[in-house]
T-cell receptor, first 115, second 117 residues
C-alpha cells in the first residue's frame, strides 16, 4: 500500500527566507506526486504535480518541487517566503493506471511565517 | 472557474441528530470523495464514489453513509451524530478512470465544519 510521510508537523520561517518542506513516499512504482495548500478555514488547492518527465516541477505561487527517486522524496521549495504563504501544506501520492486512483495524503505541515 | 460547493460552511448539531452534508460539483467529474480532517491526523477518507449510485468505503466509514443519486451531487449522512464526529469535512471530485492523471487530481470544496454538542 502506498503511504506518505511529512516528518515536520510545524515549520517556522522568517518572511523572505527560503523554505523546504519534506515529503517521503512509499510506493512500488513511479507514483504520481502532489502538493496541496490549505489556507485557514479553506479547502485544499493544488500547488503542483508530478506525473513523469522533468523531475523539477514548477507550481503556482512561486513554489517548486523535486522528485528524487533514489530518496523516495518530493520536497517542496520556495526561495523567498511571503507572509501570505502561512498555511497547511499536504503532500500526496497517487496511483498510476491499475491502481485505485485514490491519492494518499500525508498528515500535513503547518507553515508559520514570522515578519 | 470549476467548483466544488459544500452547502454549509458551519453547522452545530446535537448528539443523536441526523446530519446531511451536501456537495455539488460543476465539472462533470465521475469521482467524488468525502474526507474528514482533524488536527494531527491529516485527511482521512470516509467514502468515495466512482459513478452515480455507486459508493465505496474509505478508511473510516463507521457512523457515516453516503448518497449519490446524480452525478454532480454527493451527500454525506450522519445517521445519529456523536460528539466524536465534530470535525472539518471536505468534499472533493476528480475525473474518471479514463484519465489516470486527471483521476488523481482532486478539486476540493471549502469544507464544512461540524460541531456536535
Amino acid at each position: 500500500a502506498q503511504s506518505v510521510t511529512q516528518p515536520d508537523i510545524h515549520i517556522t520561517v522568517s518572511e523572505g527566507a527560503s523554505l523546504e518542506l519534506r515529503c517521503n513516499y512509499s510506493y512500488g512504482a513511479t507514483p504520481y506526486l502532489f502538493w496541496y495548500v490549505q489556507s485557514p478555514g479553506q479547502g485544499l488547492q493544488l500547488l503542483l504535480k508530478y506525473f513523469s518527465g522533468d523531475t523539477l516541477v514548477q507550481g503556482i505561487k512561486g513554489f517548486e518541487a523535486e522528485f528524487k527517486r533514489s530518496q523516495s522524496s518530493f520536497n517542496l521549495r520556495k526561495p523567498s517566503v511571503h507572509w501570505s504563504d502561512a498555511a497547511e501544506y499536504f503532500c500526496a501520492v497517487g496511483a498510476v493506471p491499475g491502481g485505485s486512483y485514490i491519492p494518499t495524503f500525508g498528515r500535513g505541515t503547518s507553515l508559520i511565517v514570522h515578519p | 472557474d470549476v467548483k466544488v460547493t459544500q452547502s454549509s460552511r458551519y453547522l452545530v448539531k446535537r448528539t443523536g441528530e441526523k446530519v446531511f452534508l451536501e456537495c455539488v460539483q460543476d465539472m462533470d467529474h465521475e469521482n467524488m470523495f468525502w474526507y474528514r480532517q482533524d488536527p494531527g491526523l491529516g485527511l482521512r477518507l470516509i467514502y468515495f464514489s466512482y459513478d452515480v449510485k455507486m459508493k465505496e468505503k474509505g478508511d473510516i466509514p463507521e457512523g457515516y453513509s453516503v448518497s449519490r443519486e446524480k452525478k454532480e451531487r454527493f451527500s454525506l449522512i450522519l445517521e445519529s451524530a456523536s460528539t466524536n464526529q465534530t470535525s472539518m469535512y471536505l468534499c472533493a471530485s476528480s475525473l474518471g478512470r479514463g484519465s489516470s492523471s486527471g483521476a488523481n487530481v482532486l478539486t476540493f470544496g471549502a469544507g464544512s465544519r461540524l460541531t456536535v454538542l
